[in-house]
């Protein structure tokens, strides 16, 4: 969107502290190392979505940020706008999550969930319910509910909110009702085909009539019951095996298209350089 107002800019004064700070609650999604001490972290905010921020001195020992930017931790932040980058100037912890930190798989199980939502979001892309959906699935997982479960809900609820929810009732093809039998998942059609249209996508995957069940129960019915359903080891991997596969094929086409968005808001930017910092 060009902004036309401020083109002119060159004489204005220096925006005071006091207007360009704000704050937000914030997950930490990712992080590196920047400078001596320094770090650079990528959060999701719920009225901001994806936004890339800079605590400055966060790795020093004594630091009073660093403690509050933890992996997966849910804080208050107040944040400077900057030209690049927004820079960290207080935070507060809301929710550690700290059983994220004693018990690997449920960390492993949240790194997979940060990841997928850093890798289908675009940055300052507001998405309150996703927030809502990341704090309360880290909170599942911290407190030790079942962590294929809780990921598998959070996967579907994600897909759904991005606009990609698999289509579960239909054949995604003939678009007739589903029965209750082995039918096939096609991540290329995003979708459940009936065994007559299987032969559409050489690449889709067997489902069996309980893995669609657990898939529908999550949809329809939410966590809980979906939870209580009995699942044996072979349909729990033909359930990640699916979601996955599927989440992996719009990473993949998102990567393409996220670089054709960069390189409009490169030229946009290169044209409005002096509004970087809104
Ligand atoms: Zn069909």
Redesign the pocket.
């Known amino acids: 969107m060009p902004r036309e107002e401020g083109r002119d800019v060159a004489a204005a004064p220096p925006v005071p502290l006091q207007e360009r700070l704000y704050r937000t609650e914030a997950i930490v999604l990712s992080r590196i190392d920047y400078g001596e001490a320094d770090r650079i972290l990528t959060v999701f905010t719920p009225m901001r979505g994806k936004i890339r921020v800079i605590a400055k001195g966060a790795r020093r020992p004594l630091s009073k940020l660093g403690p509050h930017l933890e992996y997966f931790s849910r804080s208050r932040l107040m944040l400077a706008r900057g030209r690049d980058l927004d820079t960290v100037t207080g935070a507060e912890t809301v929710d550690a999550h700290l059983g994220l930190r004693a018990d690997l798989d449920a960390f492993g199980h949240a790194s997979h969930m940060a990841e997928v939502l850093n890798r289908l979001t675009q940055d300052r892309q507001e998405n309150q319910a996703l927030y809502d959906l990341l704090a309360s699935s880290l909170h599942l997982l911290a407190d030790g509910l079942d962590a294929f479960a809780v990921t598998r809900h959070y996967e579907l609820g994600l897909l759904t909110l991005l606009g990609y929810k698999p289509e579960l009732y239909r ?1 995604v ?4 009702e589903l029965a209750a039998a082995p039918n096939a998942f096609s991540s290329r059609l995003g979708g459940v ?2 065994p ?2 299987r032969a559409e996508d050489a690449g889709s995957r067997l489902l069996a009539v309980n893995t669609q069940k657990f898939l529908r129960t999550l949809d329809r019915h939410g966590l809980a019951p979906a939870a209580r359903l009995p699942l044996d080891p072979g349909l729990r991997a033909e359930l990640e095996g699916v979601l996955g596969d599927y989440l992996r094929g719009l990473i993949e086409r998102d990567l393409s298209s996220l670089k054709v968005w960069r390189t409009l808001r490169e030229a946009e930017n290169a044209g409005d350089e002096r509004n970087l910092h809104r």
């Open positions: 054949c093809s003939c678009r007739t085909l009936c007559l249209c």
